[in-house]
């Protein structure tokens, strides 16, 4: 049985520049420090993604998966569904949703569900699941906050 686990974060950047960054799969590798490559699979017709293949190395969890994503018309919501079973991963469903703070800065968060093929202990996944969030927004955070420094 998989949870549902959300956690929000602030960055000091407009909505639409978040977006980018989040779009932008192919660069993760630079920035994420788990995942080791990205392959774009599909994309819409309008460019955007709608299958990722990661290849994830995060120490004791090295897997990979497809992802299915899905756009908000404005971006304010992209969220994403594992397309098949990897081997460390039954299910994987998560979202980010970007939400305009009116100040140039955005609040983002992430939920995510993720239902292992291995067995974990609840307070150990909860314990996994809360590292993982955090690291992931820290992150971005830092990845849009530098990218606008270079504007």
């Known amino acids: 049985m998989a949870d549902s686990s959300t ?3 602030v960055i000091a950047a407009p909505p639409d520049r978040v977006a980018a960054v989040i779009c932008d799969f192919r660069h993760y ?3 994420t420090e788990a995942v080791k490559s990205v392959e774009v699979v599909e994309e819409y017709e ?6 990722v293949r990661f290849v994830l190395d995060a120490g004791v969890m090295a897997d990979e998966y497809t992802l299915a994503y899905g756009y908000a ?3 304010s919501r992209i969220e994403w569904h594992l397309v098949a079973p990897s081997r460390m991963q039954k299910r994987q469903v998560g979202s980010y949703d970007l939400d305009d703070n009116g ?9 995510l569900e993720v239902e ?20 992931a927004l820290k992150q971005l955070k830092g990845r849009v906050e530098r990218s606008g420094a270079a504007q």
């Open 103 to 111: 100040d140039g800065s955005c609040t983002v968060t992430y939920t």
């Open 73 to 75: 018309e404005d971006l």
């Open 46 to 51: 309008d460019g955007y993604a709608s299958q």
């Open 7 to 9: 956690q929000s974060i």
């Open 116 to 135: 292992l093929s291995v067995g974990m202990l609840g307070m150990f996944r909860r314990k996994a699941e809360k590292m993982i969030m955090d690291t």
């Open 29 to 31: 590798p630079e920035w």
